[in-house]
């Protein structure tokens, strides 16, 4: 090991994209990771935000190229083109607002039917310094203290994560506390041969090219189309 | 106002000694002013004082002369009701005076060559050596300086306009308070679906504004039931504008007297920000489908746009008022190479490529079937420079839009990313925090098909490289710097403190800095916001004026009490100048004439003529 110390790590691409409801601080745990750094009040995303980040692992350094992705109903139907490809993502939710797990677990159904089927998951309850457990030590589970926001337990989210094969991890990107955790993780996950596979940006994008016909956001949209005819 | 002269001149001459001391009357024999001014029945006598004026003045219709005061008021400043700018009770004497003369402005334009040099040469000028003395002693009163108690300016309160009114939840505010805060702000927009539910307003959440929601509703729900659509009305020094736009309902609510088709224009702007979003086929699906569905959930995430694009108006935006685009100011030769290498690494998926720096266009290529419209640019510089959505995530965007002036059915994808200080770099390293958005450098890169990021990202990558490599980016980030240009520099020893230049053809406008006249004093923010608000409405004066329908007005000099003004159309350019309330209109044309002159000079510096064209 003492020898390879030295000499340049091999270096890989790892496209990555952040997927959840709107407002459950996607941008926000990006912000961190990539800049460390955090706004209150941050305005929604439009469309998407593409950032890269180098992640260095003992053995070799993973570059992050990040898909961050708008939570809004309206952006839904571009998603596919942001996860085509991918061999990672992470699908946010809020712990303090349940509707938003039920949006990840779509999101995860959809990521395990239609992306790569190597693509590594975390499942990612963020906003953990509104409950609390905010002091950083995650493993408490405390509860039902008046200033606890939390809605959805650690054990609810966890046994999903288990059943669905995913990584998961409660964050905050606010104190920054279990952020960094979480890319390395990912990272780590990622085995080696998929590595050689799809390497630098021109690799996955030409293998887009192929399914450019699968979404059309001029067509008739999905969500509205629902909404007329649920009543 | 003339009709009480008698019964209130006790009254009023007890004001006028309390008040700050009138401005020297525009023009009066020496002997005279005094008289005028203290004699109590100072007010009958003016319809006399203004003929007399007037015939001395040669009016080439004798007839005009014998106009009533209130009558010319009427033609001079048109949308005067809500601005209480030049309210007839405040008016010293001098008033009438002021307004008489901007009235003779009219005169020498309705000759066919009348232009500003004939106003100047004119007779129409001569004034006694007392009156000059004193003038030029005065000459130096900045526009507004008169007014800095801010009473009657109609803007009382206007430094608070942007406040947020506190939530429900917070402690010890009661509802009315919040009611009363809510009716405290000078302006509103509402916007409605035609079954009356709420979508957007500018102040005020749901709770507080669905009654208001619901009035407004009825109204303009009973107009279009009798087929006879509800445009406008007022309320005391409220104008209410509604638009209605298919199944959507826009409401703009002013007391900052801005005329109807100002309003209407804003609200067009409001209704264009969410075709943006929705494009138009959309929005009529969801409503035919359904009409009471509440459009908030497909706009989610947008209000940031709409309220960004609602306070630049509100703050007074001259780029809205002259739909014009501002560009930077570079040499001819830089420019050039800066389209030069922008052309050069476009690829076939670009429809159009921009680089702005601070708000201000710096390049632009584009097919050549195509231009780009500015109402489309106005939303794409709304959503990267006045809301912080894009640029505070860092990185590099892609974003869909529909714009609505180039094909309002279909989206548009662009792609986005800020110059940083190491623009070599492939990997766009996060924008530092600045304070200022003078000096950020956007690359937008407009493309028809939604998987091109990557061949846009290499335009962008290519384009930095080139910038920064023959020094373009520098010269772009000095000129930014730089700031607008001042008038000293550009009509030296012209007593104008502040002015817009339109270029029609080009549909571009420049301006001059607005410091210091109009920049307050240092960092009181609050100050500088009115300052400009001021100066803003008086432009939306002189454009309410100019552009009134059936008024084909060439020239238009005006003086209040605070202030003087001209604009100037022909069908090259528009211009708008303000200056100090002292200043005679043959200084103040002198001026207006060097900075068109400069303008001309200047011209393939100042606008982007073309641009580069594929």
């Given at each position: 090991m003492a020898d390879s110390a030295n000499a340049p790590k091999p270096s890989s691409s790892v496209k990555l994209v952040l997927l959840g409801e709107a407002a459950v601080g996607k941008s926000s745990l990006v912000l961190r990771f990539v800049n460390n750094d955090f706004q209150e009040n941050k305005e929604p995303t439009i469309g998407a935000a593409f950032l890269t980040q180098k992640c260095n692992l003992p053995t070799r350094t993973i570059k992050f190229e990040i898909w961050d992705t708008a939570g809004q109903e309206r952006f839904a139907s571009l998603a596919p083109m942001y996860y085509r490809n991918a061999q990672a993502a992470l699908v946010v939710y809020d712990l303090t607002k349940p509707t938003s797990l039920v949006k990840a677990k779509h999101w995860v159904a959809e990521l395990q039917r239609q992306a790569s089927p190597g693509i590594v998951i975390a499942l990612v309850g963020n906003k953990l310094d509104l409950t609390n457990d905010g002091a950083g030590s995650g493993a408490a589970e405390s509860g039902d203290d008046s200033g606890d926001a939390r809605k959805i337990t650690t054990e609810e989210a966890k046994t999903y994560a288990e059943e669905e094969g995913l990584l998961f991890f409660e964050t905050s990107a606010k104190t920054g506390y279990n952020v960094t955790e979480v890319f390395t993780a990912i990272a780590n996950a990622i085995p080696e041969t998929s590595l050689k596979s799809a390497r630098g940006p021109g690799a996955s994008h030409a293998a887009g090219r192929t399914e450019e016909q699968r979404v059309n956001l001029n067509g008739p949209r999905d969500p509205n189309a629902k909404e007329g005819c649920a009543c | 106002m003339v009709p009480d002269a008698d019964a209130g001149s006790s009254g009023s001459n007890a004001n006028d000694l309390q008040a700050p001391p009138p401005l020297p009357p525009r023009r009066m024999l020496s002997t005279e002013r005094g008289t005028l001014q203290v004699t109590p029945a100072q007010s009958t006598p003016t319809t006399a004082v203004s003929s007399v004026d007037i015939s001395t003045l040669s009016f080439p219709d004798g007839s005009r002369g014998t106009f009533t005061t209130s009558a010319m008021r009427a033609v001079s400043t048109p949308i005067n009701t809500g601005s209480g700018r030049v309210s007839p009770s405040l008016g010293p004497p001098s008033g009438d005076l002021a307004e008489s003369m901007s009235v003779m402005s009219f005169a020498p334009?309705?000759?066919?060559?009348?232009?500003?040099?004939?106003?100047?040469?004119?007779?129409?000028?001569?004034?006694?050596?007392?009156?000059?003395?004193?003038?030029?002693?005065?000459?130096?009163?900045?526009?507004?300086?008169?007014?800095?108690?801010?009473?009657?300016?109609?803007?009382?309160?206007?430094?608070?306009?942007?406040?947020?009114?506190?939530?429900?939840?917070?402690?010890?505010?009661?509802?009315?308070?919040?009611?009363?805060?809510?009716?405290?702000?000078?302006?509103?927009?509402?916007?409605?679906?035609?079954?009356?539910?709420?979508?957007?307003?500018?102040?005020?959440?749901?709770?507080?504004?669905?009654?208001?929601?619901?009035?407004?509703?009825?109204?303009?729900?009973?107009?279009?039931?009798?087929?006879?659509?509800?445009?406008?009305?007022?309320?005391?020094?409220?104008?209410?504008?509604?638009?209605?736009?298919?199944?959507?309902?826009?409401?703009?609510?002013?007391?900052?007297?801005?005329?109807?088709?100002?309003?209407?224009?804003?609200?067009?702007?409001?209704?264009?920000?969410?075709?943006?979003?929705?494009?138009?086929?959309?929005?009529?699906?969801?409503?035919?489908?359904?009409?009471?569905?509440?459009?908030?959930?497909?706009?989610?995430?947008?209000?940031?746009?709409?309220?960004?694009?609602?306070?630049?108006?509100?703050?007074?935006?001259?780029?809205?008022?002259?739909?014009?685009?501002?560009?930077?100011?570079?040499?001819?030769?830089?420019?050039?190479?800066?389209?030069?290498?922008?052309?050069?690494?476009?690829?076939?998926?670009?429809?159009?490529?921009?680089?702005?720096?601070?708000?201000?266009?710096?390049?632009?290529?584009?097919?050549?079937?195509?231009?780009?419209?500015?109402?489309?640019?106005?939303?794409?510089?709304n959503m990267l420079f006045e809301s912080g959505g894009v640029k505070a995530g860092g990185g590099e965007n892609w974003i869909p839009l529909c714009l609505p002036a180039f094909n309002n059915r279909g989206y548009l994808y662009m792609y986005v990313s800020f110059f940083d200080g190491n623009p070599e770099s492939n990997s766009a390293e996060p924008v530092q925090d600045r304070s200022d958005s003078e000096d950020e450098i956007?690359?937008?890169?407009?493309?028809?098909?939604?998987?091109?990021?990557?061949?846009?990202?290499?335009?962008?990558?290519?384009?930095?490289?080139?910038?920064?490599?023959?020094?373009?980016?520098?010269?772009?980030?000095?000129?930014?710097?730089?700031?607008?240009?001042?008038?000293?520099?550009?009509?030296?020893?012209?007593?104008?403190?502040?002015?817009?230049?339109?270029?029609?053809?080009?549909?571009?406008?420049?301006?001059?800095?607005?410091?210091?006249?109009?920049?307050?004093?240092?960092?009181?923010?609050?100050?500088?916001?009115?300052?400009?608000?001021?100066?803003?409405?008086?432009?939306?004066?002189?454009?309410?004026?100019?552009?009134?329908?059936?008024?084909?007005?060439?020239?238009?000099?005006?003086?209040?009490?605070?202030?003087?003004?001209?604009?100037?159309?022909?069908?090259?350019?528009?211009?708008?100048?303000?200056?100090?309330?002292?200043?005679?209109?043959?200084?103040?044309?002198?001026?207006?004439?060097?900075?068109?002159?400069?303008?001309?000079?200047?011209?393939?510096?100042?606008?982007?003529?073309?641009?580069?064209?594929?």
């Amino acid at each position: 090991m003492a020898d390879s110390a030295n000499a340049p790590k091999p270096s890989s691409s790892v496209k990555l994209v952040l997927l959840g409801e709107a407002a459950v601080g996607k941008s926000s745990l990006v912000l961190r990771f990539v800049n460390n750094d955090f706004q209150e009040n941050k305005e929604p995303t439009i469309g998407a935000a593409f950032l890269t980040q180098k992640c260095n692992l003992p053995t070799r350094t993973i570059k992050f190229e990040i898909w961050d992705t708008a939570g809004q109903e309206r952006f839904a139907s571009l998603a596919p083109m942001y996860y085509r490809n991918a061999q990672a993502a992470l699908v946010v939710y809020d712990l303090t607002k349940p509707t938003s797990l039920v949006k990840a677990k779509h999101w995860v159904a959809e990521l395990q039917r239609q992306a790569s089927p190597g693509i590594v998951i975390a499942l990612v309850g963020n906003k953990l310094d509104l409950t609390n457990d905010g002091a950083g030590s995650g493993a408490a589970e405390s509860g039902d203290d008046s200033g606890d926001a939390r809605k959805i337990t650690t054990e609810e989210a966890k046994t999903y994560a288990e059943e669905e094969g995913l990584l998961f991890f409660e964050t905050s990107a606010k104190t920054g506390y279990n952020v960094t955790e979480v890319f390395t993780a990912i990272a780590n996950a990622i085995p080696e041969t998929s590595l050689k596979s799809a390497r630098g940006p021109g690799a996955s994008h030409a293998a887009g090219r192929t399914e450019e016909q699968r979404v059309n956001l001029n067509g008739p949209r999905d969500p509205n189309a629902k909404e007329g005819c649920a009543c | 106002m003339v009709p009480d002269a008698d019964a209130g001149s006790s009254g009023s001459n007890a004001n006028d000694l309390q008040a700050p001391p009138p401005l020297p009357p525009r023009r009066m024999l020496s002997t005279e002013r005094g008289t005028l001014q203290v004699t109590p029945a100072q007010s009958t006598p003016t319809t006399a004082v203004s003929s007399v004026d007037i015939s001395t003045l040669s009016f080439p219709d004798g007839s005009r002369g014998t106009f009533t005061t209130s009558a010319m008021r009427a033609v001079s400043t048109p949308i005067n009701t809500g601005s209480g700018r030049v309210s007839p009770s405040l008016g010293p004497p001098s008033g009438d005076l002021a307004e008489s003369m901007s009235v003779m402005s009219f005169a020498p334009t309705m000759k066919p060559a009348g232009d500003l040099a004939s106003l100047v040469a004119g007779g129409l000028n001569r004034k006694s050596r007392a009156w000059q003395l004193l003038r030029s002693q005065s000459a130096t009163v900045q526009p507004f300086q008169t007014r800095d108690t801010g009473m009657g300016s109609g803007l009382t309160g206007f430094e608070r306009e942007f406040d947020n009114i506190p939530d429900i939840t917070v402690q010890g505010t009661t509802d009315d308070d919040r009611v009363a805060l809510w009716k405290s702000k000078l302006k509103h927009y509402m916007i409605l679906s035609s079954a009356g539910k709420p979508i957007y307003s500018r102040h005020g959440d749901l709770s507080l504004i669905n009654s208001s929601m619901g009035v407004v509703q009825t109204i303009i729900s009973f107009y279009e039931g009798a087929k006879d659509p509800l445009m406008g009305f007022t309320a005391g020094n409220t104008r209410f504008v509604v638009a209605t736009e298919g199944p959507l309902y826009f409401v703009a609510i002013s007391k900052l007297g801005e005329s109807d088709s100002q309003l209407r224009s804003q609200l067009d702007a409001l209704y264009m920000q969410i075709l943006s979003t929705l494009t138009l086929p959309t929005l009529k699906n969801i409503f035919v489908h359904r009409p009471s569905t509440d459009l908030r959930k497909p706009l989610e995430g947008t209000e940031s746009l709409l309220s960004s694009l609602a306070d630049s108006f509100t703050k007074g935006s001259p780029s809205a008022l002259l739909g014009a685009l501002e560009c930077l100011r570079l040499r001819k030769s830089q420019r050039h190479s800066i389209n030069n290498a922008f052309l050069k690494m476009r690829n076939d998926k670009l429809l159009y490529g921009l680089i702005v720096a601070g708000g201000k266009l710096v390049s632009v290529i584009r097919p050549r079937k195509h231009s780009l419209h500015p109402s489309d640019l106005q939303l794409i510089f709304n959503m990267l420079f006045e809301s912080g959505g894009v640029k505070a995530g860092g990185g590099e965007n892609w974003i869909p839009l529909c714009l609505p002036a180039f094909n309002n059915r279909g989206y548009l994808y662009m792609y986005v990313s800020f110059f940083d200080g190491n623009p070599e770099s492939n990997s766009a390293e996060p924008v530092q925090d600045r304070s200022d958005s003078e000096d950020e450098i956007a690359i937008i890169l407009i493309s028809a098909d939604k998987e091109s990021f990557y061949d846009l990202k290499e335009i962008r990558d290519k384009v930095a490289q080139q910038l920064s490599k023959n020094g373009s980016l520098t010269i772009i980030k000095a000129a930014a710097a730089g700031g607008r240009p001042k008038i000293p520099a550009i009509a030296a020893g012209a007593q104008i403190s502040h002015f817009l230049y339109k270029s029609r053809a080009n549909v571009q406008f420049c301006m001059s800095s607005l410091e210091p006249a109009f920049g307050g004093s240092g960092d009181d923010e609050p100050a500088k916001m009115v300052a400009r608000r001021k100066l803003m409405s008086l432009y939306h004066q002189l454009h309410a004026s100019m552009h009134a329908k059936h008024t084909h007005l060439k020239v238009l000099h005006c003086v209040g009490e605070d202030a003087a003004s001209l604009a100037w159309i022909t069908p090259i350019f528009e211009l708008y100048c303000v200056a100090g309330p002292n200043i005679s209109r043959q200084v103040m044309t002198q001026g207006a004439n060097k900075i068109i002159q400069w303008a001309k000079k200047e011209e393939e510096r100042l606008f982007i003529i073309g641009g580069g064209v594929f």
